[in-house]
């Protein structure tokens, strides 16, 4: 069974600037959370979606963050524009209905805003 | 404020030894653990949990026990291998929703 895959793997990009951060969940999960994980830190939740459904986005910063997942499947998180804080590691995870419990989580992209 | 700590931010044993992870969390209303394990460059890996009505659980080599008097949980590694270096995440979930709150993290290394 194929992981969690993320892209890009790795970003720079000068504050102010857009960025956007993909993410194909595993085959059949219907669950998909984005987590910002900074440095020294465990992951926190950005936003768990239930099929296309945002059910949870309350830590979301909406003024400048933003997150879609068309057709309940592949998800795009976005930041516009960056601070210099939003560097970090953001983690894509999914799970089954069924088995919210055991997340797997894709191997992140790490973020860094000069 | 800090729901789920992990107050080690690193621990190092020899290997076959056993390795004790610790975490303590604050909100009452957490019912559920877990155990996550992180290499560099990958994401977190589901390693055990257990419910609030256990005080134990045992998976193999890694034994989670869980006061629930005191808040505290940790992770028994026994006996302890090199391939168990990583950092290792403790989490908890309330009772009602599914969000997980993560500890810091403690660093784990192994020495042969």
């Known amino acids: 069974e194929a992981g969690v895959v993320q892209s890009p793997r790795y970003k720079i990009i000068e504050k102010k600037q857009p960025v956007a951060f993909w993410c194909n969940p595993i085959s059949g999960h219907n669950t998909l959370y984005w987590y910002r994980q900074n440095l020294g830190q465990g992951p926190e939740l950005l936003i768990r979606y239930e099929n296309e459904e945002a059910v949870d986005d309350s830590q979301l910063p909406k003024d400048r963050f933003s997150a879609e997942r068309l057709k309940g499947v592949d998800s795009t998180l976005k930041i516009q524009p960056a601070e210099l804080g939003d560097s970090a590691v953001y983690l894509c995870?999914?799970?089954?209905?069924?088995?919210?419990?055991?997340?797997?989580f894709g191997p992140g992209t790490r973020l860094t805003v000069l | 404020d800090q729901q789920v700590k992990q107050n080690s931010p690193s621990l190092s044993v020899q290997e076959g030894r056993i390795s004790i992870l610790n975490c303590d969390y604050t909100n009452s209303m957490f019912d559920y653990f877990l155990w996550y394990k992180k290499y560099p460059a990958e994401g977190p890996t589901f390693l055990i949990s257990i419910s609030s009505i256990k005080d134990k659980n045992e998976d193999g080599r890694f034994t989670v026990f869980l006061n629930k008097s005191a808040k505290h949980l940790s992770l028994h590694i026994v006996p302890s291998q090199p391939g168990d270096s990583a950092v290792y995440f403790c989490a908890a979930k309330e009772t009602s929703g599914s969000r997980l709150t993560f500890g810091e993290g403690t660093q784990l290394t192994v020495n042969p």
């Open positions: 995870a999914s799970s089954h209905p069924w088995g919210w419990n055991e997340q797997f």
